[in-house]
C-alpha cells in the first residue's frame, strides 16, 4: 500500500485543559469566549481565522485531499463552518459524530466508515504539524507515525520542558519500527543522554486498527486510548509501525496560556483550505 488520501482529525475533545483558566494571559474577548466553551479547534488565533483553518491548510499542502473531522454530538458550530460559512476548497470534508467522549480510540473508531477499508491518517486537532511529516506518512508503505525528537519540539515548537516531560516517550528498534510507547515515563528515561523520540499522536493506520481500538480495555482514566490499541496492534495483530524520525516542531493548543505563543507564530502563514 503507497500514498493516500485520507485523513482523520479527532476534534471531539471536551478542552478540559483549555476551558481551566489557572493564570491569566492576554486574550481577546473572542479568544476567552473559545477558551471557556473549550473550543480548541476554532479557537480564533491569526487574522481571527480558527486554529483548525491552519491544521487543515497543512493536510491539504501534503497532498491530502478527503478529510473526515470526528466532532463531538454538540459540536455544531464546527458544521457550520466548514458546511457554510468556509467550504474547503482543496478538501472533501466529511463528519463522523463520537457519541461520548470515551477516549482517543473510541474516536477514531467512530471514522470506520469514512475509512471504508484503506489506510488513512490519524492527527488532533489542536496540534499543527510540520507538513514535511504529514507528507512523509502519506508516503509511508504501510503503518507508521511521527516521532519528534524532544530537543526539537522545545526549541522549534511551543512546548516547554515540562510539558514535554508529561508526554509519552517512543522505544524505536534498530530497524526503525516502534517496539512500546512508554506513557508517563520515570525520570531515569527523561535524563538519558541520547535522542529521545516523543509522540504527538500523528499515527498511519490500516483498516485492521478499528480491530484493536474494538479489543482493549479501558485505561485508569477509563477512556479507550490510542496507544493502548497500537499495543494491541502490534502484539496481537502483528503489526509493524515504521517510526519516521523528525527533528522539527509542533505547535500545540493544549491551554490557553499556549493562544498568544501559537497566534504569534501563525501571523504569517497563509491558509488555504
Given at each position: 500500500m503507497?500514498?493516500?488520501?485520507?485523513?482523520?482529525?479527532?476534534?471531539?475533545?471536551?478542552?478540559?485543559?483549555m476551558r481551566r483558566a489557572g493564570a491569566e494571559t492576554d486574550l481577546s474577548p473572542q479568544q476567552r469566549e473559545a477558551a471557556d466553551r473549550?473550543?480548541?479547534?476554532?479557537?480564533?488565533?491569526?487574522?481571527?481565522r480558527p486554529f483548525l483553518d491552519y491544521a487543515l491548510t497543512a493536510l491539504a499542502d501534503a497532498g491530502y485531499t478527503r478529510v473526515c473531522l470526528v466532532v463531538g454530538p454538540d459540536h455544531d458550530a464546527v458544521r457550520l463552518r466548514y458546511q457554510h460559512l468556509c467550504r474547503p476548497r482543496r478538501l472533501a470534508l466529511e463528519f463522523a459524530v463520537q457519541a461520548h467522549p470515551l477516549g482517543t480510540a473510541d474516536a477514531v473508531r467512530s471514522a470506520e466508515t469514512f475509512a471504508a477499508g484503506d489506510q488513512f491518517l490519524v492527527v488532533n486537532s489542536d496540534n499543527l504539524y510540520p507538513v514535511e511529516a504529514l507528507e512523509a506518512l502519506r508516503r509511508l508503505n504501510g503503518p507508521g507515525l511521527a516521532a519528534f525528537e524532544r530537543q526539537a519540539l522545545?526549541?522549534?515548537?511551543?512546548?516547554?520542558?515540562?510539558?514535554?516531560?508529561r508526554f509519552a516517550v517512543l522505544q524505536i528498534d534498530p530497524d526503525g519500527c516502534l517496539r512500546q510507547i512508554v506513557e508517563k515515563p520515570d525520570p531515569h528515561t527523561l535524563d538519558a543522554t541520547e535522542e529521545i523520540y516523543?509522540?504527538?499522536?500523528?499515527w498511519r493506520f490500516d483498516p485492521s486498527f478499528f480491530e484493536?481500538?474494538?479489543?482493549?480495555?479501558?485505561s485508569s482514566r477509563g477512556e479507550f486510548e490510542i496507544a493502548s490499541a497500537v499495543e494491541h496492534s502490534i502484539r496481537c495483530l502483528?503489526?509493524?509501525?515504521?517510526?519516521?524520525?523528525?527533528?522539527?516542531?509542533?505547535?500545540?493548543?493544549?491551554?490557553?496560556?499556549?493562544v498568544p505563543a501559537v497566534a504569534h507564530r501563525l501571523t504569517r502563514l497563509e491558509v488555504d483550505l
Open positions: 503507497g500514498e493516500i488520501d485520507k485523513a482523520v482529525v479527532l476534534a471531539a475533545g471536551l478542552g478540559t485543559r473549550g473550543h480548541k479547534a476554532l479557537m480564533p488565533v491569526a487574522a481571527d522545545v526549541e522549534q515548537g511551543n512546548i516547554p520542558p515540562e510539558r514535554i516531560a516523543i509522540s504527538m499522536n500523528c484493536s481500538c474494538r479489543s482493549i480495555q479501558p502483528a503489526r509493524r509501525y515504521q517510526a519516521l524520525r523528525f527533528r522539527l516542531g509542533v505547535l500545540d493548543l493544549s491551554s490557553r496560556q499556549d
